[in-house]
């Protein structure tokens, strides 16, 4: 049993190297999923996309404590800030939490990383596109949130690139929030 917004160690049998993946699906999904950027040169994404449907691969965990108390989840409200595959923790806590009060600002790269829109209330995700024009926000998740008035009642959770988590939180803290108002879980 893992909570929503953890993670695991996976990686390929016997090869003695694994990477931590968040958890994208949902407390009670039947299911564990996740969402795997397939990186160029990586060590273990190209590897498990190679993987045969039905054959085994190493899976340690869950571990973490990027997570939020169930008993909280449906009664304040949460900005979620992320890069890329940094929206999979808010996905599971999405799916795990049916009532969320949640807002998403998501930097992505192109729009081919938008992943999964069906699963959001799209009038709760902003998607900050850096590489790609679209008629949406073209920039970075900092330049989207150094513009806008936040609400300093929010609980802030960042995921993604350590650049744009260190950028962020001081940008948060700039605005009003306190440390204990954010959480962060940073790649490498």
């Known amino acids: 049993m893992f909570k929503a917004g953890q993670c695991f160690n996976l990686g390929l049998k016997k090869s003695g190297v694994n990477r931590e993946y968040s958890i994208y699906s949902g407390e009670n999904d039947p299911y564990l999923e996740f969402l795997i950027k397939d990186v160029q040169g990586g060590s273990v994404s190209p590897f498990l996309r190679k993987v045969p449907e039905g054959e085994e691969v190493e899976l340690h965990g869950p571990y973490g404590s990027f997570t939020i108390?169930?008993?909280?989840?449906?009664?304040?409200?949460?900005?979620?800030?992320g890069s890329g595959t940094g929206v999979a923790p808010f996905h599971s806590f999405i799916c795990s939490y049916s009532n969320i009060n949640y807002q998403i600002v998501l930097g992505v790269r192109t729009l081919s990383e938008r992943y999964?829109?069906?699963?959001?209330?799209?009038?709760?995700?902003?998607?900050?596109?850096?590489?790609?024009?679209?008629?949406?926000?073209?920039?970075?998740?900092?330049?989207?949130?150094?513009?806008?008035?936040?609400?300093s009642t929010n609980t802030c959770y960042l995921c993604g690139n350590q650049s744009m988590i260190h950028d962020a939180y001081e940008l948060l803290r700039g605005k009003g929030f306190s440390g204990d108002q954010i959480f962060t879980e940073a790649f490498f």
Do not use: M
Not at 70 to 79: C, E, R, T, V
Not at 123 to 133: F, Q, W
């Open 69 to 81: 108390n169930p008993n909280q989840a449906n009664q304040g409200s949460f900005l979620f800030i």
């Open 116 to 151: 999964d829109l069906c699963d959001y209330d799209i009038s709760k995700i902003v998607h900050c596109v850096s590489r790609e024009p679209w008629d949406g926000f073209n920039g970075r998740v900092t330049s989207y949130l150094f513009d806008k008035t936040l609400d």
